[in-house]
């Protein structure tokens, strides 16, 4: 089943903070991110395993609950480098390994 | 640049009729996925091999084939084309992290459409 992300968009200055968020309705044992500009591939960006680790990448970070089965992505001092659609995946417990992929959040970061 | 490759980069055909899509995974990598990435849908996952056996199977129609050869480079063939299968098709191959999770690594994409 596809986990579903919120916002859909976020429309940001350089600078600013935001928050994408990633949820489902099955036990999870995973939740990846990862970033796609436009007519390009995704790009990897980060997985978390359950345990509620949370995880960095230069000013990029996400939590994982897995008890409330949500993640969230936190984009500090956003640059214009990062706008993209972001997607969340997620690797259901006793499941295939291969992730279920949400709609994406778009985001836009503007100078 | 991932390391995935995929050929061709556009495809555009008409209805009826049939294309096969090409990818190659990393070096070293033995699992190879496809995605299908429609207007305001995410990537929806077809089928995935593993050293040239299938390991699961997602979304796919049975217009739609794939298989992986010998040298673990993997074929996408869709067949009695329709003007809904236009879209960006994607392969991935994957590495085992140590937490026992795939980390994927997508190609850029065929882009496929159909008049």
């Known amino acids: 089943q596809q986990p579903v992300q919120s916002p859909q968009a976020v429309i940001l200055r350089e600078g600013e903070d935001a928050v994408i968020n990633c949820s489902s309705s099955k036990a999870l044992y995973s939740v990846h991110w990862y970033r796609q500009k436009h007519g390009e591939a995704p790009i990897f960006l980060m997985i978390l395993l359950k345990g509620g680790e949370q995880k960095g990448h230069d000013k990029i970070s996400a939590s994982f609950n897995e008890k409330k089965q949500q993640s969230s992505l936190y984009l500090t001092a956003s640059q214009l480098s990062y706008s993209g659609t972001y997607f969340c995946g997620t690797e259901s417990s006793g499941g295939s390994y291969i992730p279920t992929f949400g709609r994406g959040t778009s985001l836009i970061v503007h100078p | 640049d991932s390391g995935v490759t995929q050929t061709p980069k556009h495809l555009i055909t008409a209805t009826g009729q049939r294309v096969t899509l090409r990818c190659s995974p990393r070096?070293?990598?033995?699992?190879v996925y496809w995605y299908q990435q429609s207007l305001d849908q995410g990537l929806q996952f077809l089928i995935q091999y593993y050293n040239g056996e299938e390991r699961a199977k997602g979304n796919i129609l049975e217009r739609f084939s794939a298989q992986q050869f010998p040298d673990l480079h993997s074929e996408l063939n869709l067949s009695s084309l329709e003007l809904g299968d236009s879209a960006l098709y994607f392969c991935?191959?994957?590495?085992?992290?140590?937490?026992?999770?795939?980390?994927?690594?997508f190609g850029p994409g065929t882009r496929l459409t159909v008049l």
């Open positions: 070096s070293g990598d033995l699992s």
């Open positions: 991935a191959s994957s590495v085992r992290t140590s937490g026992g999770t795939n980390e994927q690594f």
